[in-house]
């Protein structure tokens, strides 16, 4: 029998997982969402490459959800608002770490596939986990941490 292959993050690796995460958490506070806020740092070679938050598109007004407090349609993930800035800048994100604070959904995880990133790490589980397994099945290493 083969043992299992599991991923284990260094000791120096995990503190730096914490300290991203915790910065990751900071850039969370910047969303105007009140249902939640979630915030992603991309961190390549240990530089941060881009950042996120959960909002609406530039240009609207910063209000996420409607009158019924339900988020709007067309309110981006955090995710989703920091791949997009690497698409704009022109920089890579193959190979590179998220952190983000919720786990992402099945949408934003289709997203970090196809950015090449291959490593997910976060904070919070969702009460679906479908982006996590999704993440997961295509190769990507997916770490919880728990941040006080």
Known sequence: MTPIETHTPTDKQQQLDRRY????????????CRRRQVGVLIVKNQMIISDGYNGTPSGFENICEDENGLTKPYVLHAEANAITKIA???????????????????????????????????????????????????????DYIHIS
Request: net charge positive; with cysteine.
């Open 21 to 32: 995460m915790r910065m990751a958490a900071i850039w969370a506070e910047n969303s105007y």
């Open 88 to 142: 704009r800048s022109g920089n890579s994100s193959e190979g590179a770490t998220m952190y983000v604070t919720a786990s992402p959904c099945i949408e934003c995880a289709k997203l970090i596939i196809q950015a090449g990133i291959r490593r997910v790490v976060y904070s919070e589980k969702y009460r679906i986990e479908d982006g996590i397994s999704l993440l997961e099945r295509a190769g990507v290493t997916v």
